[in-house]
Structures are given as structure tokens and as C-alpha cells.
């Protein structure tokens, strides 16, 4: 073979290899775009639009009068289209525009208008122009020069994100609780709504614009919830921890506030020193901190032994100078040589240890079972049951047990060996209050959908009986008596009647000698007629400054109690006020008159118009954060409560 032929025949191979290869290609092109078209198409078109996800605004959490707890604020991203507005509207609008933003951010107007400049040169579809903008700004913003034409028009895009506001900042902060933690995590099925769905294209720089899309599903927001707590006692209660616990330097401490008919819980105070030294609600350790009692557990071994009939209240024991010996072991009494020979209502008055295991192992050594078995009767081995995560598992030792020693029932009788919540405490000594019936504690009144009640629950539930109404009656003058005479008088007054029981508990006794002390003091007011029931528990205060429970705890139940008395306003539920609604007239030329009736108190916005409102409120030089659009259904703080100049005010929209 010739050398030309080879060439040629080499050719012929290589043009029959492009021919192929140009028939497999084009075959390629016919497969993606007439067989797998739609396929290719849509992959495309989910690349340049995408549907995302709209938040639901959160529920809003209520105290029992109405006040805000927990509220969704909406915040907004604004945003700008700078390709969409033509050059007219544009050059147009430039410097009014920059100047309104200027005013309202504080920045001059120069660096607006540069900057919107760029982004026109840039063909910038999405600038950002400012974030974290509330919703009164917001409304404002909607009107300025250029986006009052909209967004195909103006430009103009906002972009709305919710954020989680506690109006009380921290007090009952973990009450409220975040995430699931607390009243939110309780409830949180209720307060969830139901996200909605926006379609927005994919434009340059990976930046994604929403568009007009009639398919748009629009968020439902979640269900109200209204709890029991009270946020005028929950001030109360909380500056009167926080006050006892930085005069005594304590570790950490507690507060609850019970209504006692109803066992509505008014108050719930959680304090913990940082390493600082400052206080905050670190932990919720009235529900979950279960720890032995000390002498507010001689309540419940006094009601078992009178139910037993192992022991009457006139009963007469001698304290034996102040030190009974069982075993290896020494009970002592506070008071140095004892009280001499005392009736058993006098021991709990003055807080005898040594009385108090006396008639409890007098009563109960050959058969120590029938004491545990009516301390659990009593539901003292058992959880309250609150919605709220966390609680404590009180425990009481049993004769079967391991470590079940023969010092064991002697110290039972004043709270040791044995541990207990402070909720948990105070459920039974409310429901001594209650004439023995015990009342389970409740957070929650009502779920609801705007105005409307969706669920109520239950209040007075009955958990169960503790023990007679006479048993009761016999403790309760008790309680009284140590206020008056006994190792509360120094809490005692003449302006109301308290009753209770003083605590003093060694933790970390047997393992070192200098063991820290718990302070408690729990008890009702007033002591005819209870209407409240309280306990106050701190955990290690600073023994060089003070231990006892008298001096230490029961100081806050009477500050407390003294100022719930005094001071708690009658706070009723904010209700639309039609001649409010009548004064103000559609033309604005009545706001002037209304804010000058109200320049120290809050008037009552509900009903109005949400701009209407904030105008009004704003005049009063209050910040205004608004929940929602529509008409105002609810507000912070109640028609006629005095205001200040930046207070915060949280409105609810329908």
C-alpha cells in the first residue's frame, strides 16, 4: 500500500470518528430536549425558584390579668431592588429617600444616597439597607419617598423574622422558660402555629428575591396561653428574694406565691449567685430542687402521729436538757438546755427536736412501716404532676431499705433522711390551710385563640385528702401560735395574721463538720381565712452573717405577705373603650386631646388601629413594639397604670 493511501485511509477513519461522534451528540440533544425535556426543565427552574418556609409567630405567653410574659416581635430586613425602578422614579426619589432614612437611622442622607447609587450601578436586586427594624419604622419606611410605590415599582423589599421578647426581662425568666424548658416548653403544641410557604427566584449573587406567587400559603400563628401567674406578687416576691439573698450572701434561693382555694400558683421566684456575685434565674428550684427539709417537714410527721393517735397536741414530754442520745448519735435542740417539759403543740412552736423524736419513736419503734405508710398516704412520696419539666422525686426512707438504721426515725420526725421539693411542701401546707384537702398547684388558667377561650382548665382540683378537718384545725393554731409566741415572733405584727413554720436544715452533715445550712420558712396569710400560701427556701447563706430560718427566710414570707396587703394593685383585664374609640376620629385631629389626658398613665389603646395606637403612645414618649397587623386586642400594661418616659409597651394586633 502506497504511502498515500495509508494517509487517505487514515483520514477516512478519523472524519467516520467526528461523524460519529457528532451523531452521538446530536442524539444527546434530541434525549434532553424532546425525552427527558420536562425533567431538565424542571431541574432548571427549581435552581432559579425555590420555595421557603414562612415562620409562624409564636403564641403569646399572658399573666393572669392580662399582662404580657412572652411575646413574638416582629423585626424586618429592608431591602432594596435597585433594577426594578426606572431611571425617572429613581433619580427622582434618590435624595428625599436618603434624607427620610438619614432622619430616622442617623446617618446622613450622603451615605444613603451613595450607597443606593452603587447598588443601581451594581444592578443590585436585593441591597440591604437596614436590619432589626421595628415594626412602627417599618410602617414608616413603607411610605418614605420611592418605596411608597411598592416593590415592582419602588424597589421597595422587607423582609420579616420574628424574635422571642420577655417584657419582664428576669424575673420569672425561668417560670417563662425558653425552647423546652418552662412554661414555653410546657406548652409549646399550643403555642406553635403552622409555618407558610413563599416563592422566591434566585437573582444575582446567589441572593434569593420573593415574587408574587397566588399559591402563597400564609402562616397560621400559634394559640395564646394565659397563665396563673400574677406579675404584680411575682415583683413582689422577686425583689424580696433577691434582697434576703444579697444580705446574706446565699448561694441560691426560692419563692412561691399560692393561691390557696384554687392552688393558682401567683408567683415563682428562682434566684442563683454567679460567680460575680449578681443574681439571676438560673435554675427553677422550686419544681426541681428535691433536698432534705429540716423542721418544715415536722408538720407532716406531726399530722401523721395525730391521725395515728399516737400522740395528742396537749400531751406533755421533757426535752431532756436539750440532747436525747440514739445510738452513736446526739438530737440537739437550738435552744441551749432544752425547753424542760413541754406539750407537744409547744414543741412545734419553739421547734423542739428532741420532744418531736421523742413522741415519733415513742409512737412508732415497733412499727416504723406505719408511719412511712401514712406519709405516703399523704402523697409526700409522690410528684405534683406539673406540666412544666424537671420536677423533683421526693423519696422517704422504708424499714426494708438498706439503709435503714436506728437513727433513721428519730431524725425523720425533723426532716432529715428524708427529702421533698419546696413546691411539694408547700402543696401540703396549703392543703392544711384547705382544711386538709390538697389542691394541686397549677401554671395554667386558659388557652386561647385571640379573644376566644379554645380550652379552660380546671381550678380547685382535687389531688387528694391528707387528713381530717379536726387534725387540720389542731395544726393550724399551731402554725398561728408560732408566729405569734414561737420561733417566728419575730415576724409577728399586729397590722395582719400570719401562720407557718420555721426550717433550719445541716447539709452535709457526717461527711465534714462544717456543713452548709438551708433557710425555709413556709406558711399561709393571712392565718383566719387563708388566702395565700407561701414558702421561701435559701440554700447556704453565709453562716458568719446568719443560718436560722426564722431570721434568715421568714422575713421574705412577711415582706411579702405585707405588701400583697398593701400594695398589689387591683388590676383588672383591659377591655375596648368605646368612648376612647368615639373621642378619636378618623381625621387624627383628636390625638392631641386624648394624650394630653393621659401624660402619666396609660391610656387604653384596644381596638384601635395599630399606627393609630402607636401614635398615641409614642406621643407619650412610650416605645411601642408591635405584634401582628390590624387592631390592637391586647396591651403590656392596663388602662390607668402610671407610665414613664421609654417605657416599653407591647401591643397584640388582630
Not at 447609587?117 to 439597607?129: E, G, V
Not at 400570719?498 to 456543713?515: P, Q
Request: aromatic content about 10%; some cysteine; charged content about 25%.
Amino acid at each position: 500500500m502506497t504511502t498515500e493511501k495509508k494517509v487517505l485511509n487514515r483520514l477516512y477513519i478519523i472524519a467516520a470518528g467526528i461523524f460519529l461522534f457528532a451523531v452521538a451528540i446530536a442524539v444527546k440533544l434530541v434525549n434532553i430536549q424532546v425525552v427527558e425535556g420536562d425533567k431538565y426543565r424542571e431541574l432548571s427552574e427549581q435552581r432559579v425558584f425555590k420555595s421557603f418556609v414562612i415562620p409562624a409567630n409564636r403564641g403569646n405567653l399572658y399573666d393572669a390579668n392580662g399582662n404580657l410574659l412572652a411575646i413574638s416581635v416582629p423585626e424586618y430586613e429592608i431591602r432594596f431592588d435597585a433594577e426594578t425602578v426606572s431611571q425617572e422614579n429613581f433619580e427622582k426619589n434618590l435624595m428625599p429617600l436618603s434624607k427620610e432614612l438619614g432622619k430616622m437611622f442617623g446617618k446622613p442622607a450622603s451615605h444613603y444616597a451613595a450607597r443606593l447609587r452603587k447598588a443601581r450601578i451594581d444592578k443590585n436586586r436585593y441591597y440591604l439597607i437596614e436590619k432589626n427594624v421595628g415594626y412602627s419604622d417599618y410602617i414608616k419606611i413603607k411610605s418614605f419617598p420611592m418605596f411608597e410605590l411598592g416593590a415592582y415599582k419602588g424597589g421597595f423589599i422587607a423582609e420579616q423574622h420574628t424574635v422571642r421578647e420577655l417584657p419582664l426581662g428576669k424575673i420569672a425568666e425561668r417560670t417563662v422558660g425558653r425552647g423546652q424548658a418552662g412554661l414555653e416548653g410546657a406548652y409549646n403544641e399550643y403555642l406553635t402555629g403552622q409555618d407558610g410557604r413563599r416563592l422566591k427566584q434566585k437573582i444575582a449573587k446567589g441572593q434569593w428575591k420573593p415574587i408574587g406567587d397566588e399559591n402563597e400559603l400564609e402562616p397560621e400563628d400559634g394559640l395564646d396561653v394565659v397563665s396563673t401567674i400574677d406579675i404584680s406578687i411575682q415583683d413582689i416576691a422577686h425583689h424580696a428574694l433577691l434582697g434576703q439573698l444579697e444580705k446574706y450572701k446565699a448561694d441560691h434561693g426560692t419563692v412561691v406565691v399560692m393561691e390557696t382555694k384554687t392552688g393558682e400558683i401567683k408567683a415563682m421566684a428562682n434566684l442563683g449567685r454567679t460567680e460575680e456575685g449578681k443574681y439571676y434565674e438560673k435554675r427553677n428550684y422550686a419544681i426541681w430542687e428535691s433536698q432534705e427539709p429540716g423542721s418544715t417537714y415536722k408538720l407532716m410527721t406531726l399530722v401523721a402521729a395525730l391521725e395515728d393517735k399516737v400522740v395528742d397536741s396537749a400531751d406533755v414530754f421533757d426535752s431532756e436538757g436539750g440532747k436525747i442520745k440514739y445510738y452513736d448519735r446526739t438530737v440537739k435542740d437550738s435552744r441551749v438546755g432544752g425547753y424542760g417539759e413541754i406539750t407537744v403543740a409547744k414543741a412545734f412552736e419553739v421547734s423542739s427536736n428532741t420532744v418531736f423524736s421523742k413522741f415519733i419513736v415513742e409512737g412508732y419503734k415497733d412499727n416504723p412501716e406505719k408511719l412511712v405508710n401514712r406519709l405516703n398516704y399523704m402523697g409526700l412520696n409522690q410528684k405534683i404532676g406539673l406540666e412544666i419539666k424537671g420536677e423533683g422525686t421526693p423519696t422517704i426512707p422504708h424499714p426494708d431499705d438498706k439503709n435503714w438504721y436506728g437513727t433513721t426515725l428519730p431524725w425523720m420526725s425533723f426532716g432529715y433522711g428524708v427529702t421533698i421539693t419546696p413546691l411539694q411542701t408547700l402543696a401540703f401546707y396549703n392543703a392544711i390551710a384547705n382544711d386538709g384537702v390538697m389542691i394541686k398547684p397549677r401554671l395554667i388558667k386558659e388557652i386561647r385563640n385571640r379573644d376566644q377561650v379554645i380550652q379552660k382548665f380546671e381550678e380547685g382540683q382535687i389531688k387528694n385528702t391528707i387528713c381530717s378537718k379536726e387534725t387540720a384545725a389542731v395544726v393550724r393554731e399551731m402554725m398561728k401560735n408560732t408566729v405569734i409566741r414561737g420561733t417566728a415572733a419575730n415576724i409577728h405584727t399586729e397590722d395582719f395574721s400570719m401562720a407557718g413554720k420555721t426550717g433550719t436544715c445541716l447539709t452535709g452533715y457526717g461527711k465534714n463538720k462544717s456543713g452548709e445550712y438551708v433557710s425555709s420558712f413556709a406558711g399561709y396569710f393571712p392565718a383566719e381565712n387563708p388566702q395565700y400560701s407561701c414558702i421561701v427556701v435559701i440554700t447556704k447563706p453565709d453562716k458568719s452573717i446568719g443560718y436560722y430560718g426564722n431570721i434568715v427566710a421568714a422575713p421574705v414570707f412577711k415582706k411579702i405577705a405585707k405588701e400583697i396587703y398593701t400594695d398589689t394593685p387591683n388590676v383588672q383585664e383591659v377591655k375596648p373603650s368605646e368612648n376612647l374609640k368615639r373621642q378619636i376620629d378618623k381625621s387624627f385631629n383628636g390625638y392631641y386631646d386624648i394624650t394630653q389626658n393621659y401624660k402619666t398613665v396609660m391610656p387604653n389603646v384596644t381596638g384601635l388601629p395599630a399606627m393609630d395606637a402607636v401614635s398615641i403612645l409614642e406621643n407619650l414618649g412610650l416605645t411601642v413594639k408591635v405584634s401582628g397587623m390590624g387592631k390592637v386586642t391586647k396591651q403590656s400594661v392596663a388602662k390607668g397604670e402610671k407610665i414613664k418616659s421609654n417605657q416599653i409597651i407591647f401591643l397584640q394586633t388582630s
